[in-house]
Nanobody, 122 residues
Framework: QVQLVESGGGLVQAGGSLRLSCAAS????????MGWFRQAPGKERELVAH????????YYSDSVKGRFTISLDNAKNTMYLQMNSLKPEDTAVYYC???????????????WGQGTQVTVST
């Protein structure tokens, strides 16, 4: 069973930046996809971005394209989400997740972290 541990959330002003980290352990990850989802109060969980370990393929939702960057550190088995030009509508709990496939829906992912709060103030 894989373990996913997120860190890096917090409070930031609009226009600011944050970097989220997700450390993975317990499974060989080279055949998997890792992703970041977010869920705001009263809304469904949505995919923000995901990345395939090998080959290195990325996907971004339209709402974050050009502002967020997803990356992997092979040596540390860690995924990152660099978030720039943050907006109040980016406020949500952010979750990292692992999938054996290449889906965009939460049900395509079978392992989840505990979530980290990101709050963007005006």
């Amino acid at each position: 069973q894989v373990q996913l541990v997120e860190s890096g959330g917090g409070l930031v002003q609009a226009g600011g930046s944050l970097r989220l980290s997700c450390a993975a352990s317990g499974r060989a990850l080279s055949l998997y996809t890792m992703g970041w989802f977010r869920q705001a109060p009263g809304k469904e969980r949505e995919l923000v971005a995901h990345i395939r370990w090998s080959p290195r393929i990325t996907y971004y939702s339209d709402s974050v394209k050009g502002r967020f960057t997803i990356s992997l550190d092979n040596a540390k088995n860690t995924m990152y989400l660099q978030m720039n030009s943050l907006k109040p509508e980016d406020t949500a709990v952010y979750y990292c997740a692992l999938s054996p496939g290449w889906g965009t829906r939460p049900e395509n992912f079978d392992s989840w972290g505990q979530g980290t709060q990101v709050t963007v103030s005006t």
